[in-house]
Nanobody
Framework: QVQLVESGGGLAQAGDSLRLSCAHS????????MAWFRQAPGKEREFVAA????????YYADSVKGRSTISRDNAKNTVSLQMNSLRPEDTAVYFC?????????????????WGQGTQVTVSS
């Protein structure tokens, strides 16, 4: 029933910023922990960031900590990922994911619903 649609990806240069957005529908948004994962060519899907149901607690992968911010707007049923100081290694397909609220998991297997992804390409 839950559907997630990502947007905001594109081509960027190293040092640029991008803001990814995910629209959630089909469920009560505030019941869900939301997260972003990414998958680079030839690599496994990895955790990027997650935020709890209220938006008051967030967790970040070390690779993006300090230069990324995850946020949610429960009134608009959206979650966003602001990425600054982009690096070529940030190049990947970024996926929005959701699961019923819990302690924030960082393993992809813990998430029930997934978007189809949005491509982020960072050139040097």
């Amino acid at each position: 029933q839950v559907q997630l649609v990502e947007s905001g990806g594109g081509l960027a240069q190293a040092g640029d910023s991008l803001r990814l957005s995910c629209a959630h529908s089909g469920g009560t948004f505030s019941r869900y922990t939301m997260a972003w994962f990414r998958q680079a060519p030839g690599k496994e899907r990895e955790f990027v960031a997650a935020v709890n149901w209220s938006g008051c607690t967030a967790y970040y992968a070390d690779s993006v900590k300090g230069r990324s911010t995850i946020s949610r707007d429960n009134a608009k049923n959206t979650v966003s990922l602001q990425m600054n100081s982009l690096r070529p290694e940030d190049t990947a397909v970024y996926f929005c994911a959701a699961r019923i609220r819990s302690s924030i998991p960082i393993s992809s297997v813990e998430y029930t619903y997934w978007g189809q992804g949005t491509q982020v390409t960072v050139s040097s």
